[in-house]
């Protein structure tokens, strides 16, 4: 009985081996090794090489205006906050006129009012010949400079003990450089306001990467937090330094006012700069292989794999642009590829 078992277990793992276990490779009717692989035709493909690089959304530096004021003064009240949208007309801050600001007004306009009491009369007197004609024009003359003096005091506004500065256009309120109880002088800025018709999206490039990007070439912009986001526009300029702050080159992308419309300062932007475009031979990732020969792939002609030497160029979406022994609609290998070699036989995965 031991003797039986012992010739049938070796007769049964030979069955199990060869008739339950199947490989990918198999032997034709003459013994020849074959590999079930499947094939792509190699077709032109328009292959988009771009950069992608991140940055966020800014007010162009040319459209905005700080506020400030006409005369000596201390801040009562600010209206506003930071990042705020306001209107043509809104309240940014609340200012005291200071005591000498609202002297000068007195000043100029008693010195108003005495011109104008001279000039009667000498006027009168000269009716009576008791002054002379360039007295009068003398008393006209210093009237003019005292009217010309109230002018400018009423254009300060120093004649009021409380002045409101206001929004001069629709914007946005970037930066308060004023806080209640500061003393101001003639000139200082209460703030900082932006036109948000005119926005900018400042895109960090690695240094290395910035002599590829140049004027005019075309941008897609989105967000990664905001998915409805995606707008299009080109590179305005390229920095010729790097930012201190992030050790990038900064490029800068200008929005219309259209683009500009419901974006928020500050936000994260995405850039995908299209740096060249051509039109190739592409295939899938998968069927370019490599050694130490270089890169290849394989044809099939026949049910007969050919090794051909390729030369790798851009990549976009799952496709590498390809270039050397391949034509267009020729049978490439893209899966099963890794088991072949020159010459070797294929059967076609249906």
Known sequence: MKLRLSCVLPLALAVFCCGGLRSETSHGDKGEPSVLVEISPARQHVIERRLVVYGHLQVDPINQSSIVISHDGTVDRVDVRAGQRVSKGTAIATLVTAPAARMQFEQAKAQLEFARQDLARLQGLMVQKLATTDQVAGAENTLKQAESAFATQQQLRTGQENETIIAPFDGIVVKLLANP???????????????????????????????????????AIRSPFLSSLLL???????????????????????????????????????????????????????????????????????????????????EQQGLVAVAGGVKESDSVVVTGNYELHDGMKVRIKQ
């Open 181 to 219: 109880g500061d003393r101001l002088v003639s000139g200082n800025a209460v703030a900082v306001l932006a036109n948000e018709k005119s926005l900018l999206v400042t895109l960090g490039l690695e240094p290395e990467e910035a002599s590829a990007v140049k004027s005019g070439q075309p941008v």
């Open 232 to 314: 299009r526009g080109t590179i305005d300029r390229v920095h010729a330094l790097t930012d201190p702050s992030t050790r990038l080159v900064d490029a800068i992308v200008r929005l219309s006012e259209t683009e500009s419309h419901g974006l928020t300062l500050g936000m994260a932007i995405e850039g995908s700069i299209l740096l060249r475009e051509s039109k190739s031979i592409a295939l899938p990732r998968s069927a370019v292989l490599r050694d130490d020969g270089g890169d290849y792939i394989f044809v099939v002609k026949d049910s007969i794999a050919h090794r051909i030497a390729v030369t790798v160029g851009d």
